[in-house]
């Protein structure tokens, strides 16, 4: 335990958040594997409230001084951070509750921290300890979860009542986990300090976290609440121009996926685009991320694809958007609906399938436009240069569509035609050929 004694008043001398975070990590740092070990197998039960208070506060340097509740709050959270590491010790060598106990001893850490904000009196400066402790919380609720589903994946039988009670409490402690972190939110946008003192600076990354978290439980509209609040309490809070740049790239972009799941397409690519921007050129799983949604963003806003060049950085999305992008450019509608039906698992499981299914309009807005293209000139009339034929008849574009659909059985009449140029008309589709334009290039 000296060693994070020693980091402990370090990091309080020097006033460091992080480096006070990681003295109550669960993972043990790459040039010192064995520690979390040493850490746990220094100390018993019986001894570890002691030897805590002890080191923590008996002989701290003479530059440190703690009130009563604040030395006896940091007292507990070292007390519940060693319980922890038993658990994670515990859970490497197979013995105990495996997931299910960390995830009890974890949440004991992240309510002590908690109990030190609240009561305790705890700087701001600390705030990087909630963000640990709220981040691992979160994967080991998952963990637990898992767990849980293991051992009672055999507990109903099959039929009706599998149906129905097979997704009885599937994610119960996420859900603790998400009421828990959403305390840590509580806890900082509360905060009545002066900006420079203030918990509010952890407000980004604890609703980035919750975020995280409610996504997991399918539970986006809960994502609501949390950005009504930030809005009631904006004037009292830094712009987010001034927060770290990780933290705002990560809220905007799932700023604008809640927007695009609510097919507020032009704020959602505003946000997305404002992700991409910002976010680091190296940081390729991030930048595929924010492309996943942006894409299908322009291709309803602006009928725009991304280009090749583009596409060739990211071979997941190459394999998903390049067919449906070919299509659409050729106007090949029996091709489009091939690639939707080939990537319809990934596309559902993103929540894009019904975005991208209306790139039909698209596919067909340009089989329509190469019909007049084709038509050719008119006779020029008095040496007056040749213009386009204006007038194209029905059945040339119901010959097209069905051409392009492969539907050479399925005969299309007049009205049928009329009415799918009639909608092209009406979605104002036919000034612009997506494939003309570029962007990311």
């Given at each position: ?234 004037s009292d809070m830094p712009p987010i121009e001034s927060f770290p740049m990780s933290h705002i790239v990560t809220f905007k972009y799932y700023v604008g996926v809640i927007l695009f799941l609510e097919e507020d397409y032009v704020k959602a690519e505003e946000n997305l685009t404002d992700a991409w921007n910002l976010c680091h050129r190296d940081a390729q799983k991030n930048r595929e991320l924010i492309l996943t949604y942006l894409i299908p963003c322009r291709l309803l806003t602006t009928h725009t694809l991304p280009t090749t060049s583009l596409l060739a950085l990211y071979p997941r999305l190459q394999k998903l958007f390049g067919p449906l992008g070919q299509c659409i450019r050729r106007g090949d509608l029996a091709g489009f609906d091939e690639a939707l039906s ?100």
């Amino acid at each position: 335990m000296d060693i994070i004694f020693r980091d402990f008043q370090r990091a309080h001398l020097d006033r460091s958040g992080p480096s006070l975070a990681t003295t109550i990590t669960p993972i043990a740092p790459p040039e010192d594997s064995n520690r979390l070990r040493q850490l746990f197998g220094t100390s018993s039960a019986f001894t570890i409230q002691q030897e805590i208070r002890s080191g923590l506060l008996a002989h701290i340097n003479t530059e440190l001084r703690f009130s009563k509740p604040e030395g006896n709050a940091w007292v507990d959270v070292y007390v519940a951070y060693w319980k922890a590491v038993g658990e994670i010790i515990a859970l490497e060598e197979n013995l105990k509750t495996g997931w299910i106990g960390v995830y009890e001893a974890w949440k004991e850490v992240t309510n002590a921290l908690i109990r030190g904000y609240s009561n305790a009196g705890f700087e701001s400066w600390t705030t990087p300890c909630l963000y640990v402790t709220g981040r691992f919380l979160r994967v080991f609720a998952i963990k637990a979860d898992e767990q849980l589903r293991e051992r009672n994946g055999g507990a109903f039988s099959a039929g009706m009542q599998d149906d129905i009670a097979g997704e009885f409490g599937k994610n119960e402690k996420l859900e603790d986990a998400a009421r828990i972190i959403n305390r840590i939110f509580t806890l900082c946008i509360s905060d009545r300090a002066p900006i420079g003192e203030s918990r509010k600076w952890g407000l980004y990354y604890t609703t980035n976290l919750l975020f995280k978290t409610y996504f997991k439980l399918n539970s986006i509209g809960l994502s609501k609440n949390i950005l009504r609040a930030l809005q009631a309490s904006r004037s009292d809070m830094p712009p987010i121009e001034s927060f770290p740049m990780s933290h705002i790239v990560t809220f905007k972009y799932y700023v604008g996926v809640i927007l695009f799941l609510e097919e507020d397409y032009v704020k959602a690519e505003e946000n997305l685009t404002d992700a991409w921007n910002l976010c680091h050129r190296d940081a390729q799983k991030n930048r595929e991320l924010i492309l996943t949604y942006l894409i299908p963003c322009r291709l309803l806003t602006t009928h725009t694809l991304p280009t090749t060049s583009l596409l060739a950085l990211y071979p997941r999305l190459q394999k998903l958007f390049g067919p449906l992008g070919q299509c659409i450019r050729r106007g090949d509608l029996a091709g489009f609906d091939e690639a939707l039906s080939a990537g319809e698992d990934e596309f559902v499981k993103r929540r894009i399938y019904l975005t991208l299914e209306r790139g039909r309009d698209i596919a067909l807005r340009n089989l329509l436009r190469k019909v007049f293209l084709a038509g050719g000139f008119e006779e020029p009339k008095d040496g007056a240069p040749p213009l386009r034929r204006t007038r194209v008849p029905v059945a040339e574009f119901g010959a097209a569509i069905r051409l392009g659909s492969q539907a050479q059985d399925h005969q299309l009449d007049n009205d049928e035609v009329e009415c799918l140029l009639a909608n092209m008309i009406y979605k104002v589709c036919a000034s612009m050929l997506p494939g003309e334009q570029t962007w990311f290039a």
